[in-house]
Every structure is written in C-alpha cells, then in structure tokens.
C-alpha cells in the first residue's frame, strides 16, 4: 500500500493493517488522516467469477466498523489483473501482481 498511496500521489500520514473479528476478515485496511479508509482482498489463487469476489467484498465493507465515519475505497489483489471490460464496470480498484512491482528495486 506505501507504494501505491505513493503512485496515487497520497500525502496523508497512514497505518497499514488488517480486520478480524468473529464475523469479516478484512486481508488490507488503509487508515488514512485525510478521512479516506482502503478494505482490501487479497487472491492469489484461480478466481472462478470476479462478480461473485466483488459481491464478497461489498459484503466485507459492510461488516467493517468504519468508527470514523471515513470515506470507503474498495481495493481487489489478484495474482493476475482482469480485463478492462471487468475492471472498468465497478467502482473498485484492481491489482495483479505486475501492477504491484511495478516501480519497485
């Protein structure tokens, strides 16, 4: 998330982490001090229906307790990024592993 807050221009001071409880588990949670909250998840493995992914991490936004009142951005980690045609219909942000080391070394 630190390089990507960085590509994305982000200046706010943040904290990295994740969400457990007896009900969600959130893979990423970005804290950000300029009122914006990141709920990421995390799938290295085959993704069979990306709507079906998108439905679960709707459902993980809203089960996490946004004590804050902060703005949600909505990120998906994929092992390899999907089509445009995919990632362009929802209001989430996606990520294959390429788009991850892209810039870092």
Same mark, same amino acid.
């Given at each position: 998330?630190?390089?990507?807050?960085?590509?994305?221009?982000?200046?706010?001071?943040?904290?990295?982490?994740?969400?457990?409880?007896?009900?969600?588990?959130?893979?990423?949670? %970005?804290?950000?001090?300029?009122?914006? $909250?990141?709920? %990421?998840?995390?799938?290295?493995? $085959?993704?069979?229906?990306?709507?079906?992914?998108?439905?679960?991490?709707?459902?993980?936004?809203?089960?996490?307790?946004? $004590?804050?009142?902060?703005?949600?951005?909505?990120?998906?980690?994929?092992?390899?990024?999907?089509?445009?045609?995919?990632?362009?219909?929802?209001?989430?942000?996606?990520? %294959?592993?390429?788009?991850?080391?892209?810039?870092?070394?």
């Amino acid at each position: 998330m630190p390089v990507i807050y960085d590509r994305e221009g982000v200046n706010a001071a943040f904290e990295i982490g994740e969400y457990w409880d007896k009900h969600v588990q959130i893979d990423v949670v %970005g804290l950000r001090d300029d009122h914006w $909250t990141d709920i %990421g998840e995390c799938k290295w493995g $085959t993704v069979r229906s990306h709507e079906k992914l998108l439905e679960d991490l709707e459902k993980k936004v809203r089960a996490y307790l946004n $004590t804050r009142g902060a703005i949600i951005g909505k990120r998906l980690f994929l092992r390899k990024k999907p089509s445009a045609k995919v990632t362009e219909a929802s209001a989430v942000n996606w990520y %294959g592993l390429e788009d991850l080391y892209e810039g870092i070394g």
